[in-house]
């Protein structure tokens, strides 16, 4: 949390099999923290359209908690009926 306050940190995910595509959106990179773990090393990327979406944001809102209660709502405005 408090390097997240710090640096504006984010969380994404990306879709399964969307892995070549995100790699292509990554234009360079450079490590920022924790150069002697290697690829654990925490890194700063430059990207341009990558295909994913904000999980959780750096105000700490998360997509997990928001997208189901929103998401109930609409759906339930839609007044479907069941069909048996």
Request: charged content about 25%; glycine content about 6%.
């Amino acid at each position: 949390d408090v390097y997240k306050r710090q640096h504006h940190s984010v969380y994404l995910i990306a879709i399964g099999g969307a892995a070549y595509l995100v790699s292509k959106a990554i234009k360079s990179s450079r490590v920022i923290a924790f150069e002697e773990l290697g690829m654990e090393a925490i890194r700063e990327f430059y990207v341009e359209n990558m295909p994913v979406t904000v999980a959780v944001d750096s105000d700490g809102q998360s997509v997990h908690e928001s997208g189901p209660k929103e998401w109930s709502i609409k759906i339930a405005d839609l007044n479907l009926s069941k069909t048996t």
